[in-house]
């Protein structure tokens, strides 16, 4: 699968079986956020992978019980480990986490698995479920499983409405 085509098709799953991400499918997924841009190249990132059922619990109750992430095998948490304002009044942690999630679920999706981008938390129980510390902060998280069912897709704006040349 190309890239396009990964982003034609990918969709948010919130559906899961119960069979286990496999390792090397879960290496693939962390290595494109290793790869991705960060600011400055800082990499200041970092992702817990939970697969303990108490802590996906946890998280689907920081999520104000969306049920698909206590029911996922898995989930992928992106903290963001520096907290620096970039020249364009942009924190280097929220854009850089969320290039690193964008990768992530693309490769997830080429590979068959199935990822929900969730900013619908709150990170202070999600700090407390997975002991993160008081500075580090959490951008976003994503269930990670196999698919059940098939996800519609959702509409989306023409190009003429987002985009223009040269001026707003």
């Given amino acids: 699968m190309d890239v396009m085509e990964a982003i034609k098709t990918r969709r948010s799953i919130r559906k899961f079986s119960s069979k286990p991400v496999e390792e090397e499918k879960l290496r693939l997924i962390l290595e494109a956020a290793r790869l991705s841009p960060s600011s400055q190249n800082g990499q200041n990132w970092h992702f817990i992978i939970v697969r303990d059922k108490e802590k996906l619990q946890k998280l689907m109750e920081a999520a104000d019980g969306q049920p698909h992430v ?5 989930a992928i948490v992106a903290c963001g480990t520096n907290h620096r304002v970039m020249d364009c009044g942009q924190p280097t942690d929220t854009v850089d986490c969320s290039i690193a999630m964008a ?66």
Avoid: N, Q
């Fill in 103 to 168: 990768y992530m679920l693309l490769e997830a999706h080429a590979l068959g698995l199935g990822t929900c981008w969730l900013g619908h938390f709150y990170a202070d129980k999600v700090k407390k479920a997975l002991r993160i510390p008081d500075d580090v902060s959490v951008v976003a998280f994503t269930p990670l499983g196999y698919p059940t069912g098939e996800a519609v897709p959702r509409p989306r704006k023409e190009l003429v409405e987002i985009v223009s040349y040269d001026k707003y």
């Fill in 70 to 74: 206590g029911e996922a095998p898995c």
